[in-house]
Structures are given as structure tokens and as C-alpha cells.
């Protein structure tokens, strides 16, 4: 009885006319609220591991292929909308706009993620639909589900790059298994789980032996083990050594104006809290992103004289990683990290090179300039840097090697690889996400802690209004600063950081390249056979037109030939 009853459950999408399109629709609503409750900042990470089974149930039983694609899009739309919040703050905030026009944003934002999932679901149910009459079934929602979840987050773009992986970052055994194929290998392996649960509560079409119902959990636990072993990383020999780093967390409200003599004071609150940290023993000090309150000269190569009160260096000698606006007379812009060095000297720096549409640059006005007389004022105009530069210092007499992303840069593990390429001792993040509010900062830190364990080597994120916070190369915190979403005056974190040999994984180096090729060669599986079939039905539906046309040419001559 009660097993009739789940199955009864599970077929209420297929019901013909109005009750069946609503059992859909909250299947899909379900799916993106259990992501939504997973994630931070909820957090309830074990809802992760069955969050897909409900949009896979709405995909797998809607009645045609549309609507199957429609439950995707819902499911998207819901997560969006209850997990992304924050976007209307953004837009409030950095594109100037009402709160109506920004709500309407997040619905947008919503929309373009639907799309997303869209794409996803036609090809689960797609695949799904093409072995349905098979004698050994259809592909199972283990294997259709997992794939077109990776598709979605290697193949398909976002503004705002996320995974689902997030909801298990904080979960220290399930986020190193990051070190494989990186997040997107976490998420295959959660909707895998709860597709296989599927697959084994459905009873198989008939000729079909019981037991192949649990075949799919069988390759669901082995693609585990796979990607346990595969997440152990190779440690190099040499020396660890302790660093002692300083973060200044300057809690600056970006939507509060600031006229030049706030500007010098705000300067010179970085400035004691620099010196404060020195004093305490920190070896290297970083600040946030855009934290100097000045433009600085690209081509300027040390710090202004002792009587410019733009002066960086005051009260403090040790190495500063700063993160500032850099420009090139009146013309471009660049969102920038620069090492000052003891001796005063700008000795390295990282331009941004992801920047984020809409607040630093907009495509519409790179493409055609006039469009900025009527874009919005936040629109953005920085220029991207060409490629990641690893900036150096030296403590004890050793080089420390550092890799550097700017804001969010640091979720994006094509860019952690480019950042393990520069094989560096550490990763800095300099971050301002004070413009998002509500629990971006929070998801921002989450995706992050992938990195320290795709890349082997600890993190240092230095945010404006926090989360500030040093993770080493396991993704666990060292020390932490928490959100000061009011802002107010400096605060500071010093901590021991371990720097030793990297961590090697086989995401740095082959994994990246092995997770794309799964995700195209999963829509070329979908799309190829999908569109040889509807080329074979247009040449198909022009033959047979061409065939029923002939005769009646043929019988009106003849009847003219009468006539005549």
C-alpha cells in the first residue's frame, strides 16, 4: 500500500489537463526551494543530495517534452529568485535603478538561469524519450540527470557564476572531493544520487528483470569511489614554513558619497590599521579590493612623496598587497592589485580579467560607445586585464609566491587553474561585496573555499565589509572576520599561515579540460541525433509532398487534354 502510494505520487505530473500541469509546477517549486534551504546562508546541506529528485520527477513524467523543459526553467526561476535576493540590492545600489525596475532585474536574472535549465531538462527528457520502447529501458535519471546538470555549469553562461556545490562547502570530506573535476564533479555526483533513488522506486517496463532497477545505484557508487581517489592530491617535498599575514577589513559602505577629506581619512584609518598589524608581527598585509580611496597612475612605479597626502606608505615598512583603481590619464579604467614593496617600489600587478557585467563593464556600450548617454550611471566602464600575475615578496630571505583574484574571480575554477599555473605558495582575494548585501558575501565565501583545494595552496580573502578570512589549502578557516553590513571603522585579522609544497590535484592540471569534454560531448549526444532525426523528417515531409503533388499535376492535364 504504501509503495502504490509513492508511485501514485510520483506519476501526478502525468495527469491529463489542469491537475497535472499543477502537480508539475510544485515538483519544479520544490526542486529550487530545496536548493534554496541546502545553500547557505540556511545551509541545511544534507536536503542537497535529494534537491533534484522533484524536477526530475516534473521532467520525466510531463506530458511532452515542452513542458518537461518548462519544469526545468520553473525549478530555476525559484532558486533564482529565493536564493539571489541580493540582486535587487545590487541594482539599487550600483545601477542607480528603483526598486520595481530592480526587482524586475532579479526576475531577469531568473529567466536567463531558466533558460539554463531549460536546455538541461529538454535534454534529460530528450535522451530519456529516446530509449523509452528499449528492451532494457530508458538511459536512467542517474546517469540523464548528472549530465545535464554539468552542462549547465561548464557549457551554459551566467552572469554570475554559481554551483550547486555550494551547498556542501561547508562539509570538509564532501568539498575536498572538489580536487577530481572540481565543483561541478560534487554536483554530478548529488542529482546522480537522488536520480538513482528515482530509478530505483520506479518499477522497470515490463521483460525488464527487478534487480536492473538498482544498477544505477550500483554505477552511482562506483562513480564515487572514482571520484574519492581521484580527489587525493600529490604533495611535493621541501620546506613549510609560517607566514604571519594581516588582512584589513576597511568596512566601507560603497552606496555613502565620500568627498576628498573623508577619502584622506578613510586613508589614513588603512594606514594605523597597517601599521597596527605590523606592529603585532605580520609579515605581509592585504588590503580589499578598490580599498585606496584614489585613483592611481598606471604608470606611476613607487608610492607618491612624503608630502603628497595621497601617500600609501605612512607608519608602516613591510609589503602591502593594495587593491585600488589604476588608470591611464582620463581614459580607461582597471580594477587592480599591486605589491608595494618595502623599499616603496609598485613591483608587480594584476588587473582584473572577469569583470562583472553590468557594474564594471557593459557589453552593450563596448560595442556601440553612444549607447552610454542613455545607459544607467553604474553601468561601468573598466578595462580587463590580459592574463593572472603572480606577485612576489620576500619573507626571512625566502620569495613568497602570490596568486591573485580580484572579487569574484576567486569562484570561477577556469581562473583557479590559471592561478595554479603560476604555481604560487598563496592566494589572495581582494573583494568588495559591501554592493550585493543580504547573503551574497556569504555564497561568495562558499564557492571560495573550492579553490584553496583545486589550486593546493591557502586563501586569504580581504573583503570591505567582510567576510574577511584566511582558509588554508584543505578549505577549513584559519581566522575570520564577520559582516559589517552597517560598516564603521577598520577592523584587522592576523593569523599563522603554513606555506609549504602545493597540493597538486587533478583538477589543476587535467581535470578542467576532462569536465568540459564530458559537458559538450553530453549535448553533442543530445543534439546530434536530435537534429540528423528532424532533418530526416524534413527531407521525409518534402518527398512525400513532391509525391502527392505529381499525380494531381498529372490528372489536371489529363482533364485538359479532354477538353482540348
Given at each position: ?37 541546502a545553500?547557505?546562508?540556511v ?5 542537497a ?7 526530475l520527477?516534473?521532467?520525466d ?8 523543459g ?5 525549478t ?6 529565493g536564493?539571489?535576493p ?12 528603483p ?5 524586475f ?16 531538462a ?42 550547486m ?14 580536487g ?28 525488464i528483470?527487478r534487480r ?11 562513480f ?5 581517489v581521484?580527489s587525493?592530491?600529490l ?8 607566514v ?25 584609518a ?39 597626502r ?19 590619464g582620463?581614459?580607461?579604467q ?25 557594474s564594471?563593464?557593459?557589453p ?7 549607447l ?11 578595462a ?35 592561478l ?5 605558495d ?8 559591501s ?7 556569504l555564497?561568495?565565501?562558499a564557492?571560495a ?33 564577520e559582516?559589517r ?12 599561515v ?5 597540493a597538486?590535484?587533478?583538477?589543476a ?18 543534439l ?8 530526416r ?18 490528372a ?9
Amino acid at each position: 500500500m504504501k509503495r502504490r502510494t509513492i508511485l501514485s505520487i510520483l506519476e501526478l505530473p502525468a495527469r491529463p489537463g489542469r491537475p497535472g500541469a499543477l502537480a508539475g509546477a510544485g515538483f519544479a517549486v520544490l526542486g529550487g526551494l530545496l536548493w534554496v534551504l541546502a545553500s547557505p546562508p540556511v545551509g541545511l546541506w544534507p536536503l542537497a543530495w535529494i534537491a533534484a529528485a522533484p524536477t526530475l520527477v516534473a521532467i520525466d513524467r510531463a506530458p511532452t517534452p515542452r513542458r518537461a523543459g518548462l519544469w526545468g526553467a520553473l525549478t530555476a526561476l525559484t532558486f533564482t529568485v529565493g536564493g539571489f535576493p541580493w540582486m535587487i540590492h545590487l541594482l539599487e545600489v550600483n545601477a542607480r535603478l528603483p526598486v520595481p525596475v530592480a526587482a524586475f532585474g532579479l526576475l531577469v536574472l531568473g529567466a536567463m538561469h531558466g533558460v539554463m535549465w531549460l536546455i538541461a531538462a529538454r535534454m534529460i527528457r530528450g535522451l530519456r524519450d529516446r530509449r523509452r520502447t528499449h528492451k532494457r529501458g530508458p538511459w536512467p535519471l542517474a546517469l540523464t540527470g548528472a549530465l545535464g546538470l554539468v552542462v549547465v555549469e561548464v557549457a551554459l553562461w551566467t552572469p554570475f557564476p554559481f554551483s550547486m556545490a555550494i551547498s556542501q562547502a561547508g562539509v570538509g570530506p564532501l568539498r575536498a572531493l572538489a580536487g577530481f573535476v572540481g565543483p561541478v564533479g560534487i554536483t554530478a555526483l548529488m542529482v546522480a544520487v537522488a536520480g538513482a533513488l528515482l530509478d530505483a522506486a520506479v518499477p522497470p517496463p515490463v521483460g525488464i528483470k527487478r534487480r536492473a532497477r538498482w544498477t544505477p545505484a550500483i554505477a552511482v557508487a562506483v562513480f564515487a569511489l572514482v571520484v574519492f581517489v581521484g580527489s587525493r592530491r600529490l604533495i611535493g617535498d621541501g620546506p613549510v614554513r609560517t607566514v604571519q599575514i594581516g588582512l584589513v577589513q576597511p568596512n566601507q559602505r560603497v552606496d555613502v558619497g565620500h568627498d576628498v577629506r573623508e577619502r584622506l581619512a578613510h586613508l589614513a584609518a588603512l594606514q594605523r590599521a597597517t601599521a597596527d598589524l605590523e606592529a603585532r608581527g605580520a609579515d605581509l598585509v592585504v588590503w580589499s579590493e578598490a580599498a585606496y580611496p584614489f585613483e592611481l597612475p598606471r604608470d606611476l612605479t613607487a608610492d607618491f612623496p612624503e608630502d603628497d597626502r595621497r601617500r600609501l606608505r605612512r607608519g608602516f615598512h613591510g609589503p602591502v598587497v593594495v587593491g585600488a583603481i589604476t588608470a591611464l590619464g582620463r581614459g580607461a579604467q582597471w580594477n587592480s592589485a599591486i605589491m608595494l614593496e618595502r623599499d616603496g617600489r609598485f613591483t608587480a600587478r594584476h588587473d582584473k580579467i572577469h569583470r562583472m557585467i553590468g557594474s564594471e563593464y557593459n557589453p552593450l556600450i563596448e560595442w556601440v560607445p553612444s549607447l552610454a548617454k542613455v545607459m544607467p550611471s553604474g553601468a561601468g566602464n573598466y578595462a580587463g586585464g590580459e592574463a593572472a600575475v603572480a606577485l612576489e615578496t620576500t619573507v626571512d630571505g625566502a620569495v613568497v609566491r602570490i596568486a591573485v583574484a580580484v572579487c569574484l574571480e576567486d569562484v570561477l575554477p577556469d581562473f583557479g587553474r590559471d592561478l595554479a599555473a603560476l604555481d604560487p605558495d598563496l592566494v589572495v582575494n581582494l573583494t568588495n561585496d559591501s554592493w550585493f548585501g543580504g547573503a551574497e558575501p556569504l555564497q561568495h565565501e562558499a564557492l571560495a573555499r573550492f579553490r584553496p583545494i583545486e589550486i593546493g595552496a591557502p586563501l586569504v580573502r580581504a573583503v570591505n565589509t567582510g567576510p574577511s578570512s584566511v582558509i588554508d589549502r584543505d578549505g577549513r578557516f584559519v581566522a575570520r572576520i564577520e559582516i559589517r553590513a552597517d560598516g564603521g571603522a577598520p577592523e584587522t585579522l592576523l593569523a599563522d599561515v603554513e606555506l609549504g609544497p602545493r597540493a597538486r590535484s587533478f583538477f589543476a592540471g587535467r581535470g578542467g579540460t576532462l569536465v568540459k569534454v564530458v559537458a559538450w560531448s553530453a549535448l553533442a549526444w543530445w543534439l546530434v541525433p536530435a537534429l540528423v532525426g528532424w532533418l530526416r523528417r524534413r527531407r521525409g515531409g518534402a518527398a512525400a509532398a513532391t509525391t502527392t503533388t505529381a499525380p494531381r499535376v498529372g490528372a489536371r492535364g489529363a482533364r485538359r487534354g479532354k477538353r482540348r
